[in-house]
């Protein structure tokens, strides 16, 4: 038992190991290879590197929620880029025109509203119709990505509101705005998952499903709220970046599903479902953040940085599959 | 024990039909409260349908359940255990990343206000029942990390959330080793004593001795009769489960026998089974009988490569052979016709000939594509040595009946030319018309001169098509019969450990 729970300690930790080994590494050989003569564990530079994990990293923090039930979510991208063009659009929309900046809060209301109802649809279609949930988002990915098209054809929407700036780039307490948000739903997460009758739920039916039904816990209704979370999520994430930079392209979020996917396997959730946790899932992202920022100190392209974060995406699972084979007496494939 | 007070547990005159099938023929049976009631009967003889009826699963066609003598419908599990009946799994249903607490009261959690999980109440509430059943793990534990024996014990907790008035266990044992049999009795003594009824469901006799107090005993559906453990012997329960004036003139003609095909000695698989030595000749049929899990199917598995041996040695034609992978075994010659058709055995979308000539198709090619002519020559000559019926070698093998099924199954294996035919309950979900052609055809690939090893959890089967019989229980082969030496009731002992003496 005390190995056990050792091994699972080890698990947990894994990721943040992996980090430190990242920040040494990049250190001793930005001290050789860099181009800049500033160090790479320099405090802006690594505030800002929170402030850029934190689009990405707040979609994760929902796929994970998803990945726990077992289900999976590809339109996080096309759901971002939706509620980004819904905010920033509403705030020219004339009915609004009298409220001045408090147009502001009721745009950011209209995008949180928009990514929650694209996750409910996504929800309310997996519960009913039991299509696997990889093919309903798949779907959907497509579909909710041809409303931004349709929205505004292949023009960028733009809108640059200097209040809403100013709060976007503000630092208080020395942490940007965006770092805020990260922390702030990684904290509300981990207490959703770990603290409530519907996380705990949540954990059961990714884990057994059939266990969970013979519990007669509700699985469809679980299923829903957590899609409406990675939508309220994902609207979230658009909106904290898009109030900085005030205008969005329609491929805005391409890939951002299979970046969010990649920083919470990284961080040890289950593909299947069942096991996994918000913290290291931040862990995940901010571990993917580094490799890019660091191949990019010590001068590599981004080309070579992807084909990276490739690699070590499946050298980790490799891993994972290693540590918890069931010994010799498994069949063999 | 009180044999006064009123029954935790009554049915009366349970019929339960599945299409063509009548599982449960009238089935009247109680249990008092403070007894342990076991329930005995052979594979299919509707031991499974009844436990299912009484926890909510299935609900009867005809007859009533009584609760301490008030009738009641039982919807479903969780019905019936609002109601005081709670069926223990043979496969646990347990969600293995949560702690033993959040398990117990799976779908029942404690809350606070705002959706919160009340931690402190589940862990004190699921503590205690932990105590109560003497757990050494705590609440908190996290269920993947126990072992079966410990996963069984959260699975038993999760009765005793509820004021049960009878608990069912089926065939509890069937992964435990003797010291945690041990504990598990001392359990159900415990629960006894606080006036829970239990209903014991097993095939070992050993065990149902040491714990009933009455045994009932179910064959083909029906209630054979109850007797009182004290009052009776291994003998008579075995007459009773197997009854039939059994029909089955064993006219088995031995054929040419050949030299040793496939030997096996010493050979082990961790804890699945342990220290097995056989020998099968050319021309013979060695059947396997044993209880689900006896660690039959894994030594074909082993023979066929799929599984890696612990210890021991396999001789082919004399030769000690190591067997990696299917490929290796189908190289000695070596065929598994597997346990599951439909999962392991036929690509059930593919046709008839692309499911037959699978395992060999890289070899029938002309140039760089397959020959559908090579392919269907083998097809048809398979389908005609076999009699399958099929439309014709287009058609999905999805579409065929269970026999032909397995005819293909059995083709495609013959077609690679072995001279070892393992054959893994043969006649599983195959309907009685077919099953006797598959029997004969069988006992026909042993005159053939082929070596056949015949695994079935079926008396009437094993004693039909095998020459001798090797009886396991619990990963030991306790003994090989000839022809000669068998009988009904020495197999039945064999396989459900009477004379095994101490288990390791």
């Known amino acids: 038992m005390q190995n056990e729970n050792t091994a699972r300690l080890l698990k947990q930790g894994a990721i943040w190991g992996f980090i430190v080994l990242e920040l040494i590494f990049f250190s001793v050989a930005g001290k050789f290879l860099s181009l800049s003569d500033g160090a790479f564990m320099d405090l802006d530079n690594m505030l800002l590197l929170l402030k850029q994990s934190a689009p990405i990293g707040i979609i994760a923090l929902g796929m994970t929620i998803v990945m726990i039930n077992g289900n999976i979510d590809l339109s996080v991208g096309a759901i971002f880029a939706l509620s980004a063009v819904i905010l920033l659009d509403s705030m020219t929309w ?35 119709t039991g299509v696997d949930a990889f093919i309903v988002t798949l779907g959907s990915m497509l579909g909710y990505r041809g409303l931004v098209f349709m929205y505004n054809g292949e023009q960028p929407t733009s809108n640059l509101n200097w209040t809403l700036v100013d709060f976007a780039e503000a630092q208080p307490l020395g942490l940007h705005t965006a770092t805020w948000f990260l922390l702030g739903c990684t904290a509300v997460l981990w207490w959703l998952l770990n603290r409530t009758v519907h996380g705990r739920n949540a954990y059961a039916i990714g884990d057994n499903r059939e266990a ?91 080309e070579t940085v992807n084909l990276v974060i490739g690699l070590i995406l499946i050298a980790v699972l490799y891993l994972d599959k290693q540590l918890n084979r069931k010994g010799k007496e498994e069949l063999r494939i | ?113 705002f959706g919160r999980v009340d931690w402190a109440t589940l862990y004190d509430r699921a503590g205690g029942i932990l105590k109560r059943l003497n757990c050494s793990f705590g609440p908190k534990t996290i269920v993947g990390d126990l072992s079966i024996a410990n996963k069984q014990m959260v699975e038993i907790a999760r009765a005793l959330t509820v004021d049960a008035k009878a608990v069912i266990f089926d065939e509890p044992t069937a992964s435990l080793t003797d010291a945690e049999k041990v504990v598990l009795f001392d359990v159900i003594r415990d629960l006894t004593a606080r006036g829970v009824g239990i209903v014991y469901i097993s095939h070992r006799m050993d065990e149902i001795f040491t714990l009933s107090d009455r045994i009932s005993v179910l064959r083909d559906g029906a209630h054979r009769g109850t007797l009182i453990t004290k009052e009776t012997d291994e003998d008579e329960v075995t007459k009773l489960m197997i009854g039939r004036s059994l029909d089955l003139t064993r006219n088995i003609v031995a054929g040419e026998l050949g030299p040793v095909a496939i030997e096996v000695q010493g050979l082990s698989c961790g804890k699945l089974y342990r220290d097995v030595g056989f020998e099968v000749r050319a021309g013979e049929v060695l059947g396997f009988y044993g209880l689900v899990g006896a660690g039959r199917t894994e030594i074909a598995e082993t023979l066929f490569g799929l599984r890696a041996p612990s210890a021991g040695e396999i001789r082919v034609d004399g030769q000690a052979v190591t067997i990696r992978s299917p490929g290796d075994a189908i190289r000695l010659g070596i065929s598994l016709v597997p ?128 020459d001798r019989i090797a009886a396991m229980y619990h990963g030991q082969l306790m003994r090989i019969f000839t022809a000669a030496e068998v009988s009904e009731d020495s197999l039945v002992q064999a396989i459900s450990g009477i004379g095994a003496g101490k288990v390791a």
């Not at chain 1, 147009?103 to 928009?114: E, R």
């Not at chain 2, 299919?44 to 349908?49: D, F, M, R, V």
């Not at chain 2, 009533?64 to 479903?76: L, Q, S, T, Y």
């Open chain 1, 212 to 302: 969970a039904v013979n519990a007669s816990i509700r699985v469809g209704p679980h299923m829903m709220i957590n899609f409406m979370i990675i939508g309220f999520l994902a609207a979230l994430s658009a909106a904290v970046f898009y109030s900085e930079s005030g205008s969005v392209n329609p491929n805005d979020g391409s890939l951002y599903e299979l970046w969010a996917i990649t920083a919470v396997v990284l961080g040890g959730t289950k593909l299947t479902g069942g096991r996994g946790s918000v913290i290291s899932t931040f862990g995940g992202v901010i571990a993917i953040q580094l490799l890019r920022k660091g191949l990019g100190y010590i001068g590599a392209d981004t």
């Open chain 2, 1 to 113: 024990m009180t044999t006064e007070s009123k029954p935790a547990l009554r049915l009366s005159g349970i019929v339960k039909t599945f299409p063509g099938v009548r599982a449960l023929d009238g089935v009247s049976f109680d249990v008092r409260p403070g007894e342990v009631h076991a329930l005995l009967g052979e594979n299919g003889a509707g031991k499974s349908t009844l436990m299912k009826v009484l926890a909510g699963i299935h609900q009867p066609n005809e007859g009533a359940i009584f609760i301490e003598e008030e009738k009641v419908v039982m919807r479903n599990p969780l019905d019936a255990k609002a109601k005081g009946v709670v069926l223990i799994h043979q496969e646990l249903s347990l969600a293995e990343e949560l702690s033993a607490a959040e398990n117990i009261y799976l779908g029942e959690l404690p809350r606070k206000s």
């Open chain 2, 339 to 466: 346990e599951s058709r439909k999962e392991q055995g036929l690509i059930l979308g593919m046709s008839c000939k692309d499911n037959m000539t699978l395992p060999q198709v890289g070899d029938l090619t002309a140039g760089p594509f397959v020959s559908d002519g090579a392919e269907i020559a083998i097809f048809d000559q398979y389908r005609d040595k076999l009699a399958i019926k099929t439309p014709g070698w287009r058609q999905a093998v999805g579409n065929l009946s269970g026999g032909n099924q397995q005819k293909i199954v059995i083709g495609k294996w013959l077609s690679m030319q072995p001279k070892v035919l393992i054959v893994d309950e043969p006649t599983r979900g195959i309907d009685v018309g077919s099953k006797s052609e598959i029997h004969a055809l069988i006992r026909d690939l042993a005159k053939q001169g082929y070596a056949v090893i015949v695994i079935s959890s079926e008396m009437p089967e094993v004693l039909s098509v095998s």
């Open chain 1, 94 to 128: 004339p009915i609004f025109e009298g409220l001045g900046d408090w147009v502001i809060p009721v745009s950011w209301l209209l995008a949180l509203a928009t990514g929650t109802a694209l996750g409910a649809l996504n929800g309310l279609i997996v519960w009913k």
